[in-house]
């Protein structure tokens, strides 16, 4: 596609209920990168993708977060038992590779809310 | 862990002013970037830097690049309230977790 997508933009959830979310990246991109940002934060790293092995995963805040991705396309970011301190607008990025070329495009983010 | 920290965390101008903001980051770098976040929306890359680059200019942006003082502007001259907007400054050291973001100057641009 013409950018990166995420869905859904927005996501309410009661604690303890399991989510996920999904990115579609830019079509060629071999790079995914998820992160998450809290009200007022900056981005904290979660963990990136090259084609669908994810060489580096401690990023992920705990064993409750978990990613996947289906060759070079879409990814998903499970987060289970979801606690109120998952709240926070979770951002999906690629980019043509991990070289130190490339910028970034990065999607309009999923808004999680747990209540 | 953030290694940018950008500087001021927020800056207040009138539009048609020039509005400089800085990153200070820690280890050393492959290149560093910055990018725009408008509110409730993802981030746009508006310009990359090498490290053995010292000034780059793209249209209003001038990002300049001291690598011994592990420090980098980015100016933006004759300001618009469109530029209103989280600026963040990323670097990327070359290791497997890509770019370190750092918390961003949030800038507001006064018509």
């Known amino acids: 596609g013409a950018g990166v997508s995420q869905s859904p933009s927005n996501k309410v959830t009661e604690k303890g209920k399991d989510v996920e979310l999904r990115c579609d990246p830019i079509?060629?991109?071999?790079?995914l990168y998820w992160y998450r940002q809290r009200l007022g934060q900056g981005l904290e790293f979660l963990i990136y993708?090259?084609?669908?092995?994810?060489?580096?995963k401690s990023g992920l805040p705990s064993d409750r977060f978990s990613a996947e991705r289906t060759g070079e396309s879409v990814s998903t970011l499970t987060i289970q038992r979801t606690q109120q301190e998952d709240s926070a607008v979770y951002l999906c990025?690629?980019?043509?590779?991990?070289?130190?070329?490339?910028?970034?495009?990065f999607g309009s983010g999923t808004r999680l809310t747990v209540v | 862990s953030q290694q940018g920290e950008e500087d001021p965390q927020a800056l207040s101008i009138q539009e048609g002013e020039n509005a400089t903001m800085n990153c200070s980051y820690k280890?050393?770098?492959?290149?560093l970037q910055w990018y725009r976040q408008n509110s409730g929306r993802g981030l746009v890359h508006l310009i990359l830097?090498?490290?053995?680059?010292r000034e780059k200019h793209s249209g209003r942006l001038r990002v300049t690049l001291d690598t011994s003082k592990k420090s980098s502007s980015l100016l933006i001259t004759a300001s618009r309230a469109a530029d209103t907007a989280s600026y963040f400054c990323?670097?990327?050291?070359?290791?497997?977790?890509?770019?370190?973001f750092g918390k961003g100057t949030h800038l507001i641009i006064q018509p």
């Open positions: 990025a690629s980019s043509q590779g991990t070289g130190s070329h490339y910028g970034y495009t």
């Open positions: 079509s060629g991109h071999t790079a």
């Open positions: 993708f090259q084609g669908n092995s994810a060489p580096d």
């Open positions: 280890t050393s770098i492959n290149n």
């Open positions: 830097i090498r490290s053995n680059e």
């Open positions: 990323a670097t990327y050291g070359g290791g497997a977790d890509g770019l370190t």
